[in-house]
Nanobody, 126 residues
């Protein structure tokens, strides 16, 4: 019954902007921490950003801080990732993932995320 849908990926030129969306159904979204992760070709998954359910505190991978902004709209069961000044190294398949545990919005292990979206491709190229 739980469904996580991430979308918004596209082919975009370096320096451009894109907004990814993650919409959930079948779970208590307002009580769920939400994260964005990405996986580039020939690399393992990399956590990018997360937002807590309790107070909306945002966390970022240092390399994207200042360029990416995560936000949530609980009324729409949606979390967004605004990506600005995109670089070639941002190219990856981006996933939305939820985690209901305490503390930071992300777990200690990738296998501990509760639900995943199907992934949306972001390609930054000139």
């Amino acid at each position: 019954e739980v469904r996580i849908v991430d979308s918004g990926g596209a082919l975009i030129q370096p320096g451009g902007s894109l907004r990814l969306s993650c919409t959930a159904s079948g779970l208590n979204f307002s009580s769920t921490n939400v994260n964005w992760l990405r996986q580039a070709p020939r690399k393992g998954p990399e956590w990018v950003s997360g937002i807590k359910s309790s107070d909306g505190t945002a966390y970022y991978l240092p390399s994207v801080k200042g360029r990416f902004t995560i936000s949530r709209d609980d009324a729409k069961n949606t979390v967004y990732l605004e990506m600005n000044n995109l670089k070639a190294e941002d190219t990856a398949l981006y996933y939305c993932a939820t985690y209901a545990g305490p503390g930071k919005p992300y777990p200690d292990d990738y296998g501990d995320y509760d639900y995943w979206g199907q992934g949306t491709q972001v390609t930054v190229s000139s």
